[in-house]
């Protein structure tokens, strides 16, 4: 409670505090700084938000049994801050099964060299993947504005001939980060293919078994 005060006096940036305990009361401090370093390395390694803590937790040592009963009780608060609507612990990318992951990608003009795939959040576009150096006129101005905004957020770094993606970004739709990616004005469900020169159109006809 001491802490949550300090929060209220000190920062104005957040207006919901999510609070987790243990029904058994069998959390000590050595338990609670271990939660938080793994918590604060999930939330930092995920990037899906800004860490804003001044000082990285210290991680406890505990014992071999208590990591493992720790480390549950981090799956419960993925899963539930999740369900809350709050994806901070969440990678971008969906893993699933080797034998049904499927990765996409467009090799295109200017640079333009990217790599995703399909979530139940957006379209994922991978880090390290490549968007143009440039823009055609024609584009929408949009999209030349999200750009923009992507290239001063650090999402977009400059290497020379073209933008490289600094972190996995999910877009709302695979047009959008086709678009993003070219450069120019696409349509997504044709422009992304996978290995096998499917378009992602067709794979996802595919997946429910329409020919």
């Given amino acids: 409670m001491k802490r949550l005060n300090q929060q209220i006096s000190q920062k104005e940036f957040w207006n919901e505090a999510i609070v987790f305990i243990s ?29 804003d803590n001044s000082i990285i937790p210290t991680q406890s040592s505990i014992s071999e049994s208590d ?13 539930l801050v999740n369900t809350l609507g709050h994806k901070v612990f969440e990678e971008k990318r969906e893993f699933r099964p080797r034998d049904k992951q499927e990765q ?43 750009r923009q905004k992507l290239i001063e957020n650090g999402v977009l770094i400059f290497k020379g001939d073209c933008y490289e993606f600094g972190d996995d970004f999910v877009f709302n739709s695979p047009s959008t980060a086709a678009v993003i990616v070219m450069g120019r004005n696409a349509n997504g469900l044709t422009e992304w293919k996978n290995k ?7 794979s996802e006809l595919n997946d429910k078994g329409i020919n």
Avoid: C, W
Wanted: charged share 25%; net charge neutral.
């Fill in 67 to 79: 990591q493992a009963e720790m480390e549950e009780f981090i799956e419960n608060v993925r899963m």
């Fill in 196 to 202: 096998a020169g499917q378009t992602l159109k067709e």
């Fill in 23 to 51: 029904k058994d009361k069998n959390l000590n401090k050595a338990h609670i700084k271990y939660l938080e370093n793994r918590l604060h390395d999930l939330a930092s390694s995920v990037n899906r938000y800004q860490v």
């Fill in 104 to 146: 996409f990608f467009i090799k295109s003009v200017r640079g333009a060299d990217g790599e995703g795939n399909q979530t139940s959040e957006g379209f994922v576009v991978f880090k390290g993947s490549k968007a143009a150096a440039t823009t055609v006129d024609s584009i929408t101005p949009n999209f030349t504005a999200m």
